[in-house]
Antibody
Framework: EVQLVQSGAEVKKSGESLKISCKVS????????IGWVRQMPGKGLEWMGI????????RYSPSFQGQVTISADKSIATAYLQWNSLKASDTAVYYC?????????????WGQGTLVTVSS | QSALTQPASVSGSPGQSITISCTGT?????????VSWYQQHPGKAPKVMIY???NRPSGVSNRFSGSKSGNTASLTISGLKAEDEGDYYC???????????FGTGTKVTVL
C-alpha cells in the first residue's frame, strides 16, 4: 500500500526557519517524482515544485522559486520542504503528493497535510 | 503561470446534472490531454476523479465524466448526490513551467 506520511503541525514566528517532511512507503521512492502543494486558508491548491529523488532534479513553480527549498533523502525515502525565513503569508496547509511520471496533472497519492502557522 | 479558470460555485438539486468548466490556454489545456479533476472535502487531501481528460480511476463512480474542447475542459456530475458536495479542482500539465497547474476551484453545493 502506497503511503505518504507527513510531519506534524508547526507554529512558528516570522523570520524563523522550518523544514517539514513527507515519508513514503509502498513504492520505489527513487522511481517517481514527488512534490509539494500549498493551500492557504480558504484558498485553492498550488503546485510549489517537484523533485525526482533518484538524481535530485528539482522544478519549482515561478511563484515559489527562491522562496523555498525542496529536497529528498533517498536513504530514508523522505522528501522535505524548507524555509529559511518564514513570513506570515506562509501560513497554509502543505501537502506532499506523488504526480504520475509523464502526467504531472495527476497525483494519485497524497500526504495528510501539514498545517504551518506563522505569527508576525 | 496563472491558474486555470473555473467558476467559483455551481449548485444543483439531488438527481440533477451539473457541469464545471476549466479554461486554460494553448500552453496547457489546449495542447495536452493531461487534464485531471480532483474532489476535495473539508480538511481532507484532494482525490483524483478524472485523469487524461475523460478517464475514471478505479472506484470512482461513473456519474463523473470529463471532456475537453479547445482550451476548455469540463467535468460533469450526473445524478447529483449529497456526498458530491465539496470543492473541485481541475489540473493540467503546462509547458510554461513543465509542471502541473491547478484551476481556481469550484464549490459544488447540493441544494
Amino acid at each position: 500500500e502506497v503511503q505518504l506520511v507527513q510531519s506534524g503541525a508547526e507554529v512558528k514566528k516570522s523570520g524563523e526557519s522550518l523544514k517539514i517532511s513527507c515519508k513514503v512507503s509502498g513504492y520505489s521512492f527513487t522511481s517517481y517524482w514527488i512534490g509539494w502543494v500549498r493551500q492557504m486558508p480558504g484558498k485553492g491548491l498550488e503546485w510549489m515544485g517537484i523533485i525526482y529523488p533518484d538524481d535530485s532534479d528539482t522544478r519549482y513553480s515561478p511563484s515559489f522559486q527562491g522562496q523555498v527549498t525542496i529536497s529528498a533523502d533517498k536513504s530514508i525515502a523522505t522528501a522535505y520542504l524548507q524555509w529559511n525565513s518564514l513570513k506570515a503569508s506562509d501560513t497554509a496547509v502543505y501537502y506532499c503528493a506523488r504526480p504520475l511520471n509523464g502526467d504531472f496533472a495527476r497525483a494519485d497519492y497524497w500526504g495528510q497535510g501539514t498545517l504551518v502557522t506563522v505569527s508576525s | 503561470q496563472s491558474a486555470l479558470t473555473q467558476p467559483a460555485s455551481v449548485s444543483g438539486s439531488p438527481g440533477q446534472s451539473i457541469t464545471i468548466s476549466c479554461t486554460g490556454t494553448s500552453s496547457d489545456v489546449g495542447s495536452y490531454n493531461l487534464v485531471s479533476w480532483y474532489q476535495q472535502h473539508p480538511g481532507k487531501a484532494p482525490k483524483v476523479m478524472i485523469y487524461e481528460v475523460s478517464n475514471r480511476p478505479s472506484g470512482v463512480s461513473n456519474r463523473f465524466s470529463g471532456s475537453k474542447s479547445g482550451n476548455t475542459a469540463s467535468l460533469t456530475i450526473s445524478g447529483l448526490k449529497a456526498e458530491d458536495e465539496g470543492d473541485y479542482y481541475c489540473s493540467s500539465y503546462t509547458s510554461t513551467t513543465s509542471l502541473g497547474v491547478f484551476g481556481t476551484g469550484t464549490k459544488v453545493t447540493v441544494l
